[in-house]
């Protein structure tokens, strides 16, 4: 299963992105690590993993503490090692999804066609709230991620868009 893990860091001087390998991790706590590793004084960590075109684990730790995590979909955890070392202790589903009437991102129908859809039946778990003070509320997360069409890449490049760190990442997809 192929993955893309890119670490997006805030401290003083604003947002810096870096890849992160996640290759012989052999736990969440090890994650974790890896994640302080990019900037040990970073206000706010975040990595964003997506595997497959399918799955999308967000983590966050808030000056090196407090690890919280959010997965699009449980299934990633029975689909491989990686998935299942991200959200396989995550064991309740994200609460709220009847309450998510944001309005949906837009996507012409010509991409739409192409890409594969997200699974209907996905069943994200974990925080969905730990972007809020970021300006990505549980609602609007969720409601990306249940967006027909929208992959991994497109979700992460939308929050990447809030935040005002998605020239960083874009750059890391194109080395």
């Given at each position: 299963?192929?993955?893309?893990?890119?670490?997006?860091?805030?401290?003083?001087?604003?947002?810096?992105?870096?890849?992160?390998?996640l290759r012989g991790a052999t736990d969440i706590d090890e994650v974790a690590?890896?994640?302080?590793?990019?900037?040990?004084?970073?206000?706010?960590?975040?990595?964003?993993?997506?595997?497959?075109?399918?799955?999308?684990?967000?983590?966050?730790?808030?000056?090196?503490?407090?690890?919280?995590?959010?997965?699009?979909?449980?299934?990633?955890?029975?689909?491989?090692?990686?998935?299942?070392?991200?959200?396989?202790?995550?064991?309740?589903?994200?609460?709220?999804?009847?309450?998510?009437?944001?309005?949906?991102?837009?996507?012409?129908?010509?991409?739409?066609?192409?890409?594969?859809?997200?699974?209907?039946?996905?069943?994200?778990v974990g925080e969905a709230d730990l972007l809020a003070n970021l300006g990505?509320?549980?609602?609007?997360?969720?409601?990306?991620?249940?967006?027909?069409?929208?992959?991994?890449?497109?979700?992460?490049?939308?929050?990447?868009?809030?935040?005002?760190?998605?020239?960083?990442v874009e750059e890391l997809r194109e080395v």
């Amino acid at each position: 299963m192929s993955y893309f893990a890119a670490a997006v860091v805030r401290d003083d001087s604003g947002w810096s992105a870096a890849e992160v390998n996640l290759r012989g991790a052999t736990d969440i706590d090890e994650v974790a690590d890896r994640l302080r590793d990019v900037d040990q004084d970073a206000e706010v960590s975040l990595l964003f993993v997506e595997a497959d075109d399918a799955y999308l684990v967000i983590l966050r730790l808030d000056e090196g503490e407090d690890l919280r995590v959010f997965g699009s979909d449980s299934a990633y955890a029975e689909e491989s090692r990686l998935g299942s070392l991200l959200v396989g202790d995550l064991k309740t589903s994200v609460t709220g999804l009847d309450e998510v009437d944001e309005p949906r991102p837009t996507s012409s129908g010509d991409e739409e066609s192409e890409q594969p859809a997200v699974d209907p039946e996905a069943d994200p778990v974990g925080e969905a709230d730990l972007l809020a003070n970021l300006g990505i509320s549980a609602q609007k997360l969720l409601a990306l991620c249940a967006h027909e069409g929208m992959m991994p890449a497109d979700v992460t490049a939308e929050v990447c868009q809030v935040l005002g760190c998605v020239d960083e990442v874009e750059e890391l997809r194109e080395v």
